[in-house]
């Protein structure tokens, strides 16, 4: 079954303080790689994407995710969160060859940043 | 450049009810996604249009059921309502035809049902 899952739910953190949100799938065949961000009160916004190449990707605002493949793996990175990053974070992911551009996400880490 | 726009932003109904969201795809974008965002959870793929047929369908019942003009623009249709089907729709858009596929994202329509 496609699918993906993220570690935590609800990560608190203190400005500063690195970030790491975990994220891994289910999916058979290659796939495309998303992390998308959900400010309070705007719509989902594409932080970065990985469809091939270097495994490490950097997106916006400081934002980074690493693809590791062996581990069905794309765990989002940043080395120091400030209050504007307060949001619902989702991975997502969709597959290279299919026939429609189905994305399936994961049930979202809300990240609250505490001044 | 236009993004996607929706409408309306919030909308309450009466289980049995039927609803009409509208969806705008950016300048550009043929292909146009409905997304169903339940409170606390993520995004789940309803249908995509694509030249204006369904082009790929989600685990939703016949019930839910859209549309794709020859502009682009989208409407996603729910008949008897339940209350379940109270969330957040999302609206992405597309370029096909590019080698990746990446969707941009509308606000969103709010629906309650009570």
């Known amino acids: 079954a496609q699918s993906v899952s993220q570690h935590n739910h609800h990560v608190i953190l203190s400005e500063a303080a690195s970030l790491e949100l975990g994220c891994n799938y289910s999916?058979?065949?290659?796939?495309?790689l998303f992390w998308y961000v959900q400010y309070p009160g705007q719509h989902l916004q594409l932080l970065l994407k990985y469809f091939s190449g270097d495994p490490l990707v950097k997106g916006i605002k400081g934002f980074e995710a690493e693809f590791i493949k062996s581990k069905f793996s794309f765990n989002l990175r940043k080395p120091s969160v400030q209050w504007s990053d307060t949001a619902e974070y989702f991975c997502?992911?969709?597959?290279?060859?299919?026939?429609?551009?189905?994305?399936?996400f994961g049930p979202g880490t809300s990240l609250s940043v505490i001044p | 450049e236009t993004g996607v726009t929706q409408s309306p932003t919030h909308l309450i109904k009466t289980r049995g009810q039927q609803v009409t969201l509208r969806c705008s795809s950016q300048?550009?974008?043929?292909?146009v996604s409905w997304y169903q965002q339940a409170l606390g959870q993520g995004p789940q793929f309803i249908f995509q249009y694509y030249r204006e047929e369904e082009n790929g369908r989600g685990n939703f019942p016949p019930r839910f059921s859209g549309l794709q003009f020859p502009n682009y623009s989208s409407e996603l249709n729910v008949n008897a309502l339940e209350l379940d089907d109270s969330a957040l729709y999302l609206c992405?858009?597309?370029?096909?035809?590019?080698?990746?596929?990446?969707?941009?994202f509308g606000p969103g329509t709010r629906l309650t049902v009570l």
């Open positions: 300048s550009g974008h043929n292909t």
């Open positions: 999916y058979g065949g290659t796939v495309n």
């Open positions: 997502a992911v969709n597959g290279k060859k299919t026939s429609y551009d189905k994305v399936i």
């Open positions: 992405a858009s597309s370029p096909r035809g590019l080698a990746y596929n990446e969707q941009f």
